[in-house]
């Protein structure tokens, strides 16, 4: 049973009646297990750059063959900054519908003002999102000090009706969410984990260690470093990888919870390459194609992202190809 934890919010003023309700309900819950792999899922579209559910629904039951933890709907790889807000909303619908109970549904709702996210994840959690990954907000990222993260995400984090997971992607936001500010949300009993995408393994293996006497959870954020986050005590990774070799993936998590680490260490050094190509390199036009070749749907981009050269595509092939996945 996860236990009320002594909190402070300095940074925020006191807590509300309402909110210590909250903390004390959240208290009688059963604890939020994150470990695992998760997919962060694409969103396909028809030619008119409409969300094409029906490629949605087929991928979504392929990925019901593959042993995920459970999936990522609407994060940075689903194109969220794309999507109005009911149009994520109905996404999360419609992989809720489709997704086994036992399987868990996080939704990005973050948006960049905190009034926005914590009405858009309300309404992630009416959609039958389990838990809500809240990444940071940036536009005015010079004013975004810890102070400020603090604040936005105990706010949020009051508010919502489902666990938050915080979400630090500076490849994207140009902000990484700081550590002081992840210690102290760490100790917020609806603060139940991050998704460190930055691949500093030192600065995961603080966390980890950092925040080991809370109930919190480190997930990876990339297949890059998952093994390495593994051995500093992250629990899975979100991999935008995952959407394309998801077997793969669930097994060298099986590797790393195993104790096998020179197959583990095999099997991530294949990977590298590859990941490297969907997310840093090329990104998510070059996760979209390696998809499609894989035997799922991923298809154009919503514009202005274009579609890969046809340089880009001969590259990512050779990626594929070299680690001897195609």
Not at 289 to 295: D, S, V
Request: glycine fraction near 8%.
């Amino acid at each position: 049973m996860h236990r009320v934890r002594a909190w402070t919010r300095a940074a925020a003023g006191p807590l509300t009646a309402w909110s210590r309700t909250r903390t004390r309900s959240l208290s009688t819950g059963t604890r939020l297990d994150l470990s695992g792999i998760y997919p962060p899922i694409a969103t396909p579209f028809t030619a008119r750059e409409e969300v094409d559910y029906r490629k949605l629904e087929e991928n979504l039951q392929k990925y019901a063959e593959i042993p995920f933890r459970g999936l990522v709907v609407q994060g940075s790889n689903g194109e969220y900054p794309y999507l109005s807000d009911q149009e994520r909303v109905e996404v999360v619908k419609a992989v809720r519908r489709s997704l086994p109970k036992e399987k868990l549904l996080m939704a990005g709702s973050g948006c960049e003002s905190t009034r926005a996210t914590i009405q858009l994840t309300e309404r992630m959690a009416a959609a039958g999102a389990d838990a809500a990954l809240v990444v940071t907000p940036c536009f005015y990222k010079g004013k975004m000090d810890s102070r400020a993260l603090i604040q936005h995400f105990t706010v949020v984090a009051d508010s919502s009706p489902v666990p938050v997971v915080l979400y630090s992607v500076p490849a994207n936001t140009g902000l990484e969410l700081p550590l002081d500010a992840v210690t102290q949300l760490a100790q917020h009993p609806n603060i139940r984990g991050v998704k460190d995408s930055g691949g500093d393994i030192t600065r995961i293996g603080l966390i980890v260690h950092k925040t080991q006497a809370q109930d919190f959870q480190v997930l990876a954020g990339s297949a890059g470093f998952l093994m390495a986050a593994y051995c500093v005590g992250a629990v899975g990774g979100v991999c935008a990888l995952a959407n394309v070799l998801g077997q793969e993936l669930c097994e060298l998590e099986r590797l790393c919870v195993s104790g096998r680490w020179e197959e583990a260490r095999d099997l991530q050094q294949r990977l590298i390459e590859p990941n490297a190509a969907v997310t840093r390199k090329l990104g998510v036009p070059a996760l979209k194609q390696a998809m499609e070749w894989f035997g799922f749907h991923g298809g154009a981009c919503r514009s202005p992202l274009q579609p890969l050269t046809d340089a880009e595509t001969q590259q990512l092939r050779r990626d594929f190809s070299s680690n001897g996945w195609l």
